[in-house]
């Protein structure tokens, strides 16, 4: 299981707080390649974070099988709710935390934008519903008189700690713990039997 972390980024233009609807029906569109033949998926996937594929704990939102060679694999999706795109993030070009993917058995190679976006003006003006699918967004601001535009859109995949270097990194802490219990007891011993003392 791999987990990135999307991050994006835009040009805003009288415009801050961009940010997904977070509405129930909300999806994240991805393309994908198989992690096993590197086959690109040639559809877009929509993964929702409210629909799972069946009832257990850790159940992910989608399960997919690769065409080429079969492999199964599985996307999960965590928003990261609360830190929106603001104006300050876009002028230096910085990027705004989005969603967690966790993968198994495919990775991602593109975020798609879709509808439902928000974003409101530096005058205060909500829009609720922003249509990214062309990749850029231009209206007018009645209360602010000035137009608004959202274009550029940018995104990264941030690699997060595989599974194995988690395992690793606890496994190595408690060898370390290990050791330094053994250190303090030598430690104790010696100083109860004086330096020089032999072990036997
Ligand atoms: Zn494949």
């Given amino acids: 299981m791999v ?8 040009d805003l233009q009288n415009l801050t707080n961009l940010k997904p609807s977070y509405d129930p029906t909300f999806a994240y569109y991805f393309k994908m390649k198989c992690g096993n033949c590197g086959e690109p998926a040639s559809n877009v996937i929509s993964v929702h ?6 009832d257990s704990k850790n159940s992910p939102n989608l399960e997919m099988k690769c065409k080429f060679c079969e492999r199964v694999g599985s996307v999960t999706v965590t928003p990261i709710c609360g830190k929106p795109l603001t104006q300050a993030l876009s002028v230096f070009r910085e990027s ?8 198994k058995g495919f990775d991602p190679v593109e975020f798609v934008f879709r509808s ?13 519903d922003i249509d990214l699918s062309d990749g850029d967004f231009d209206e007018y601001d009645e209360k602010g008189e000035c137009p608004v535009s959202i274009n550029n859109l940018g995104v990264t995949f941030e690699v997060m700690m595989s599974e194995m270097r988690e395992k690793r990194l606890a496994w190595d802490k408690s060898m370390l713990e290990r050791q330094r ?5 030598l430690k104790a011993w010696k100083k109860e039997h004086g330096r020089s003392s032999s072990y036997y």
């Fill in 3 to 10: 987990k990135y972390k999307v991050l994006f980024t835009a």
């Fill in 49 to 54: 974070p409210n629909v799972k594929v069946d």
């Fill in 96 to 103: 705004a935390p989005l969603v967690q993917v966790d993968c």
């Fill in 116 to 128: 439902s976006w928000k974003a409101k003006s530096i005058a205060g003006t909500k829009f609720e």
């Fill in 181 to 185: 219990s053994h250190s303090a007891r």
